[in-house]
């Protein structure tokens, strides 16, 4: 009841920028006013989301997306995907390092690339009889 309702905090990292920035683009999401963030009138999240988009003068997208190798259009899809799933980007990582394959994808195209690998995965293991 007597909590403290906003609080600052100094941000030291990539990681601390990135959470806060998240933090303000779901924000609207989480208080259940808009089911997507680029769908809420008075956030910058469209501006990553949409590639078309061109943000106002006063407004500089790369201080957060100079956080991501690639190019713009990568760039941008790699912070929407962290925002909705923090580890979107390790993940990328981590997959490139083991299938050797540069990978450009969005959340969806994710999605469906770890179904396909843990589907091909079980039955590998099912053909070879090992759990």
Known sequence: MYEKRYYDKVIIDKEGM????RYIHLNPVEARMVQQPEYYPW????LFKNPSSVPPRFM???????????TVEQRREKYCGACHHPY?????????????TVLNVNTNSLS???QSFIKDLCEKKRKNGTH
């Open 60 to 70: 500089n997208m790369d201080c957060l997306l100079d956080y991501y190798e690639g």
């Open 112 to 114: 469906r690339f770890l």
């Open 18 to 21: 990135l959470e806060v920035s």
């Open 88 to 100: 979107f980007v390790e993940l990328i990582d981590i997959i490139r390092g083991v299938t050797g």
């Open 43 to 46: 956030s910058s999240y469209y």
